[in-house]
Nanobody, 123 residues
């Protein structure tokens, strides 16, 4: 069983930056695809970014391309999400998760969700 703890959220003005961290414990996540998700007020949860186990292949939702960067440090069992040029519509609870069913095109199932960290972007 793996436990995930997100940190780094907060209140920031539009145009600002935040760096989120997702620290894993209980087992290594170095061989797993990892994903960052968010759920805004009144919205469904959506995937924001994903990264393969080597950190070479990444995926971004169209809404964050060019602004967000996902990375990982397998030695620290941690995944990061650098968020730049933040917009009010980026306001959400951000969570990370482990891919438990990888497919050729990426991941079809995520599990072991963290509790999330709140990101609020003021205009």
């Amino acid at each position: 069983q793996v436990q995930l703890v997100e940190s780094g959220g907060g209140l920031v003005q539009a145009g600002g930056s935040l760096r989120l961290a997702c620290a894993a414990s209980g087992r290594t996540i170095s061989s797993y695809i990892m994903g960052w998700f968010r759920q805004g007020p009144g919205k469904e949860r959506e995937i924001v970014a994903g990264i393969n186990w080597r950190g070479v292949s990444t995926y971004y939702a169209d809404s964050v391309k060019g602004r967000f960067t996902i990375s990982r440090d397998n030695a620290k069992n941690t995944v990061y999400l650098q968020m730049n040029s933040l917009l009010p519509e980026d306001t959400a609870v951000y969570s990370c998760a482990v891919c438990t069913f990888a497919v050729a095109s990426g991941c079809s199932r995520y599990d072991y969700w963290g509790q999330g960290t709140q990101v609020t972007v003021s205009s």
